[in-house]
């Protein structure tokens, strides 16, 4: 295993969770890092990422101004600080690494990233 997210779990509406990614067996900080989340009968969607380079993040419309990704890449780590949850929030989410180390851009698609988390629950009840 080289990606570990940890910190799920279950939380009222506008509630907050600080969600964590170890990486393990090599160190990512030359990759873009990211989280996506998938809810029961949906497909797999970007949350935000954070550049390797220069910090810079992105975030899916859905989350913005509620949630915000940082790194430790003294220690080889990437949170998500999610603020004001709401039950649609609900999902399995997953911290990934982008496949391809120092890319110049961060990217949403979910083929670019090419190392992943077994995933964490959060349930945010109404």
């Known amino acids: 295993v080289q990606l570990q997210a940890f910190g799920g779990g279950l939380v009222q509406a506008g509630g907050s969770l600080r969600l964590s990614c170890a990486a393990s067996?090599?160190?990512?900080?030359?990759?873009?890092m990211g989280w996506f989340r998938q809810a029961p009968g949906k497909e797999r969607e970007f949350v935000a990422t954070?550049?390797?380079?220069?910090?810079?993040?992105y975030y899916a419309d859905s989350v913005k101004g509620r949630f915000t990704i940082s790194r430790d890449n003294a220690k080889n780590t990437v949170n998500l600080q999610m603020n004001t949850l709401k039950p649609e929030d609900t999902a399995v989410y997953y911290c990934?690494?982008?496949?391809?180390?120092?890319?110049?851009?961060?990217?949403?698609?979910?083929?670019?990233?090419?190392?992943w988390g077994q995933g964490t629950l959060v349930t945010v009840s109404s």
């Open positions: 067996a090599r160190t990512f900080s030359s990759n873009n």
């Open positions: 954070i550049s390797w380079s220069n910090g810079g993040t």
């Open positions: 990934a690494a982008d496949r391809i180390s120092r890319r110049t851009y961060v990217t949403m698609t979910r083929a670019e990233y090419g190392y």
